[in-house]
């Protein structure tokens, strides 16, 4: 109920902002405050590729996490990314271990080298 409350006396003072002057509504340090902010919170974002928040939920959870992943169609946090185990096929040859991405057709199964199927 008290979160209805506040959504709604939000919302008013939103539509009333609206139709006066916005500075003389909020102090110029309140302002001063969020445009010093803004431009901490760019350079941040800039710098580290992270933005506050991000070093906020990075520091509580311990994982790597950025809004600029998301935005290049990765997951939030590094950690949280799967990481396949690539499918290799090893087998002997002369003096050497030879690898492919495929299987060998003409080779047998038994003669493959770190017994993966």
């Known amino acids: ?17 609206a139709c006066t002057d916005f500075y003389s509504v909020v102090p110029r340090d309140v302002l001063k405050t969020a445009g010093n902010l803004s431009v901490v919170s760019t350079a941040l974002t ?9 070093h906020l939920v990075s520091f509580r959870t311990g994982k790597d996490c950025s809004t600029v992943r998301v935005e290049q169609s990765r997951t939030y946090c590094k950690e949280d990314e799967p990481n396949p185990v690539p499918t290799v096929h090893c087998y002997p040859s002369i003096g050497d271990v030879t690898c492919y991405a495929q299987a060998n057709p003409a080779r047998q199964p038994d003669e493959r080298i770190g017994g993966q199927p």
Do not use: W
């Open 1 to 17: 109920m008290r979160a209805r409350q506040f959504i709604s006396v939000a919302g008013l003072a939103l539509l009333v902002s």
């Open 46 to 54: 800039m710098g580290t590729d992270k933005t506050l928040t991000d």
